[in-house]
């Protein structure tokens, strides 16, 4: 018999509806090529964590918003590191991995980050805007986000919010990467179309900058994403440090950048493993 592959619980909720995107495609093509060097079983969040202790390792995907089963992810994440259990992307990470607090800790450290405050006596921090973002701390998906006036932010409570500057942009680019090294960069040229995407050739100081989030963040195997925005003086701004379950618009790609993308996550598949490929 040949030898045996290692086991890999494959986690994603195929039925999400996540506006401009169809996770449930992506998520068919990465486990039609990651079953080439692994057996693997597909299944739902909600089950991960009865499911994951008969496999070698529990790899993260399009699994939808977590606020969605915010008790039985934080559960997850408890007893997974306990049972031993290896989960792609390590659950290590500092960004939105664990809410938002990264945004206000990279502002306070002086990164290039959309300035974020989460006290009314630091609103004076803000600089002026016509509109100002709300955003849940445990927010994803564009889920309870509110603009509002300047005024309305007077006498607010800050209840598990963090409040930024609704900043003007050319566009938005994200910088996708396995561990810490760059994949491809996709941008959206319309402001008012987010997940409209185009391939886009990062400049030396592009790659810098959004290397400096990867860094920054405490993951040596998984995949993360750096979207940022292009201010109108040409700046680059960290919008969010997506190290949870980005989805990746691999459909955008070339084939040669398809393939070259899952060669590379099998490796570090089999780096978190501590093992050699089987091929």
């Given at each position: ?31 039609s ?55 792609y992307t ?14 206000l ?12 405050v989460?006290?009314p ?17 445990l ?7 509110e603009?509002?006036?300047r005024d309305?932010?007077e006498g ?5 919010v ?9 566009y ?22 987010r ?18 989030f ?5 993951i040596?195997?998984g995949?993360?994403r ?20 980005p989805y ?19 490796a570090?598949l ?10």
């Amino acid at each position: 018999m040949p030898p045996a592959q290692p086991s890999v619980l494959y986690v994603t909720d195929l039925a999400y509806q996540a506006r401009g995107r169809r996770y449930c495609d992506e998520d068919i093509f990465l486990t039609s090529r990651l079953r080439e060097d692994f057996d693997l079983a597909l299944c739902h969040p909600l089950d991960a964590s009865a499911l994951m202790d008969a496999f070698d390792m529990v790899v993260v995907r399009n699994s939808g918003p977590v606020l969605h089963y915010a008790a039985q992810y934080a559960a997850f994440r408890d007893r997974a590191p306990g049972s031993g259990t290896r989960v792609y992307t390590q659950l290590t990470g500092k960004a939105d991995q664990a809410g938002k607090q990264y945004l206000l800790d990279l502002c306070s450290e002086g990164y290039p980050v959309i300035a974020t405050v989460d006290r009314p006596e630091d609103l004076g921090r803000l600089p002026d805007a016509a509109e100002y973002v709300i955003k849940p701390r445990l927010g994803a998906d564009s889920i309870g986000l509110e603009f509002v006036t300047r005024d309305r932010l007077e006498g607010m409570v800050f209840d598990g919010v963090l409040v930024q500057p609704r900043i003007r942009f050319r566009y938005e680019v994200s910088f996708y990467f396995i561990d810490r090294a760059f994949q491809y960069a996709l941008y959206a040229p319309h402001p008012d179309r987010r997940w409209v995407l185009e391939r886009y050739g990062p400049t030396e100081a592009d790659l810098e900058f959004a290397q400096r989030f990867v860094d920054w963040n405490d993951i040596e195997h998984g995949i993360q994403r750096v979207d940022a925005c292009r201010t109108p003086d040409g700046e680059l701004l960290l919008v969010e440090l997506e190290d949870l379950n980005p989805y990746l618009s691999l459909d955008l790609l070339d084939g040669e950048a398809r393939d070259s993308f899952v060669a590379n996550m099998k490796a570090s598949l089999y780096g978190l493993l501590g093992a050699a490929p089987s091929s």
